[in-house]
C-alpha cells in the first residue's frame, strides 16, 4: 500500500517540554553528547490508490488545517521508502 | 549542528487510538482516498560532535530504553536531511 508521510515538529521559536525532558533524562541514563532534543509527529496515511501530485497536495492541506497548528508547528510530507521494523 | 532523527511508530498489530481518530475526521472535512493512519512519535536530537557509527549505536540504545517502548513500539534512526520548514 503507497503511504505518504507528514512529520510535524515544534518551531524552532517555541519552547518544547516533552523534547526538554528527553534531554534531561539522557545524562541521568549514563548518555553524553546530545546538546539538544526536539519532539514532535509522524503521521503515516495509507492510500488505497497511487500517490500523484493531486493527492500530495491534499496531503499538505491536511498537514495544514488537522495534522499541525501552523502557528507553533511546521510540517514536511514525503514518501514513506519502505522501512523496516527495529 | 549534526543532527539524527528517531521514528517511533505503533507496531502494526497495536492499536492505535490517536491515528484512528485523525482517520475518522478525514472525511468529514472533505477529504477521501486514506485508507489508514498511524501516527507516533518523531524525535531529534542534535549532536555537538560528528556522528560516527558508534553515536548512532549510542542513539538506537536512547530509542530502546527511553524513547520507545519495544513492547507495543518499533522505532528508526536515521541522519537528518537538511529540511526547511513548510
Known amino acids: 500500500m503507497p503511504r505518504v508521510v507528514v512529520d510535524v515538529m515544534p518551531k524552532p521559536e517555541?519552547?518544547?517540554?516533552?523534547g526538554k525532558a528527553v534531554l534531561g533524562a539522557l545524562p541521568r541514563l549514563g548518555f553524553v553528547g546530545v546538546t539538544d532534543v526536539r519532539q514532535g509527529k509522524r503521521f503515516e496515511l495509507e492510500f488505497a490508490g497511487e500517490i500523484t501530485d493531486a493527492v500530495l497536495a491534499e496531503v499538505h492541506e491536511m498537514a495544514e488545517t488537522l495534522l499541525s497548528n501552523p502557528v507553533i508547528e511546521?510540517?514536511?510530507v514525503h514518501l514513506a521508502e519502505a522501512e523496516q521494523p527495529a
Open 14 to 18: 517555541i519552547l518544547d517540554p516533552q
Open 74 to 76: 511546521y510540517y514536511t
